[in-house]
């Protein structure tokens, strides 16, 4: 169960990482959904290794190359999150001040209309991008 357990998070791992690559060339991600994969591929390892620690005492040296292996592999996962993360600039909140459209917002905000496709990435709850409400607030970044 645990060798399953440690090939799930392994396969899991690689494919963030993949994933992480992936959209450095060909956004697709929002920072809270490159967040959100890391800290659940960090958190099932901890898990992970938590049960092999429970299972057995004293912990043989299989055990802790297996723990080791597992910290490793969460690790390289989380460097490329970050990475990918630095990438980017910062994410902030801004406040639309009139009835507009996405795409005439992104060039208010960017001096780029074609950042309309991003700035609906980034914030998914919008349903009408032709029709954005006076006072809402909406995710984008900083520059």
């Known amino acids: 169960s645990q060798y399953m357990n440690s090939l799930t998070l392994r396969n899991n ?9 992936n959209d450095i060339d060909v956004p697709t991600l929002t920072p809270l959904e ?28 299989q055990d802790l190359a297996v723990i080791d292996a597992i910290k490793k592999v969460a690790y390289q996962a989380q460097r490329a999150g970050l990475a990918l993360l630095a990438r980017k600039p910062p994410l902030i909140e801004r406040k639309v001040e009139n009835a507009i459209s996405l795409h005439l917002l992104a060039h208010f905000w960017y001096a780029d209309h074609t950042r ?21 607030v909406l995710n984008g970044y900083s520059r």
């Open 13 to 21: 791992s690689l494919a963030a990482t993949q994933l992480f690559t």
């Open 34 to 61: 490159v967040e959100s994969i890391s800290n659940t591929l960090r958190a099932d390892g901890q898990q992970l290794i938590n049960a092999i620690r429970q299972s057995t005492s004293p912990l043989s040296q």
């Open 116 to 136: 309309a496709a991003e700035l609906l990435r980034l914030n998914p709850q919008i349903r009408h991008p032709n029709f954005i409400e006076v006072g809402e």
